[in-house]
């Protein structure tokens, strides 16, 4: 609601950096899986659907679709039509063949959205095949094992440009995917200015028609996500040639929001996409949930009584926190209130960082801790080597700063 204190805001909105490690192998379309002609001629198969969904030609692309799953097929494609794709095919890794002439594909589905994807976006589809007349037609085609569902497997995708973000949305008013995008436009130059690192300045929202359908897109029950307006997904460490970074909208959780947290859930995620290549295993959750809220609330003017209510009231009740806290204090599905406290502890571990050493060193601070080969030392190394202090020192500074903001 608007006016709401930050502290409201972030449990209704915590947002997850979900990393997602990219899958191994990702090549041209064509160019792997096994070699008896079965497979040469089911790739050969594939490549043609490939180009012809990319040259939006309608009979090319149910040319090699079996005659009942047409209907299913052409679904597929039309949902697909607001989509800018750029590329789109598919990498046969292995086929199973049975009596009867039918066979199971196992592929790498990779494509890349045009002006936003740098590098393909890959997830895994089973395909089933029959064959006829010495001609391959797919009967079947699913998420592999573990994959998760794609956004126009879930519905007809609208799509809306912003003049820095995409935001393509199912069973969704334009206007509210409109509005989205002009929060994500607003939210881009406020990250570039807390993080004047050079990144793709532009974002790419998911917004799916439902709590379920959010769930769907990460892989995991719907439930797991309630109430949390928005996570965001990418390669950890992704290089130049990593795929775009997904901001994923939760519709019943963002849809509750006021403006003012509405625009900070946005900011907050589009600071994670632009942190990408410089958050790693060796980052602390503290340390890029902490940053990316520091990023969405400066300048806004909100007090820390405001935006960290849980943690102020522990603090006032004799009960500051000894540390700082760890990775699985963040985990979703717990305590709502031990989650606020955590996300507060991390914002004012950063804001503390930004205050008194300033902001060019917590962004140095940031890319030296993603920056080390592991977990174990980064955040020790980066204390001393970017700001002269220890973490027992800089423990007690960060407990001392939480007593005199929260009093």
Known sequence: MAGQGCGTVRRAAACLLVTLLALAGCVAPGS??????????????LDRHARALLARDEAAFVAGVDPARAPTALKEFDRLAEVPLGTWGYRVTDVDRADGGRATARTELSYRISGYDTGPVTTER?????????????TADRPGKGATQQLWQQGDVDAVRGGRSLVLGVGQPRERLAEIAAAADRAVPAVSAAWPVPWAGRVVVLVPASLEGMGGLLGAPGASYRGIAAVTTGEVGGGPDAPADRVIVNPDAYGVLGGFGRQVVLTHETTHVATRAHTSAATPVWLSEGFADWA??????????????ELRRAVRAGDTPARLPEDGEFAFG???????????????????IAGRWGEKALTDFYRAVGGHPGRDGAVEKALRDVLD??????????????ARRLA
Not at 32 to 45: F, H, K, V
Not at 335 to 340: S, V
């Open 334 to 352: 717990g305590d709502a209130e031990a989650l606020a406290r955590a996300y507060e502890s991390g914002w004012l571990a950063c804001e503390l």
């Open 32 to 45: 792997g899986g096994a070699t008896d002609p079965a497979s040469r001629e089911i790739q050969s198969l």
């Open 389 to 402: 202090t220890t973490p027992e020192d800089f423990t007690a500074t960060w407990r001392a700063y939480l």
């Open 296 to 309: 969405a609330y400066r300048g806004t003017g909100r007090t820390a009584a405001q935006a960290a209510p």
């Open 126 to 138: 089973v395909l089933d095949l029959t064959e006829r007349d010495g001609r391959w037609y797919v």
